[in-house]
């Protein structure tokens, strides 16, 4: 596993439309699509080992944006353990 969330979403996204990836790149100009976003989103949940929202990758501006959502603790998590 890389070290940060941004690490984990720019090699997922790579891989996804196999191609290299910044932080600036926005999912939809890349040619994100439903398709691409369920499969994007797998990927993430595995190598993240959370929930990933597809709303969540195709309702942010940019992949960074996407990274720094993922790296807030889930406001369900506390509830979770009860």
Known sequence: MSDTPIDEVL???????GRP?????DFFDLGGDSITAVELSLR????????VDVELVVGLPDLAALA???AQPSPASPTAKH
């Not at 090699?11 to 439309?17: D, G, I, P, Y």
């Open 11 to 17: 090699t997922a996204v790579s891989e996804v439309f």
């Open 21 to 25: 990836v910044v932080p600036e790149d």
């Open 44 to 51: 993430l949940e595995e190598s993240l080992g959370v929930e």
């Open 68 to 70: 720094a959502a993922l």
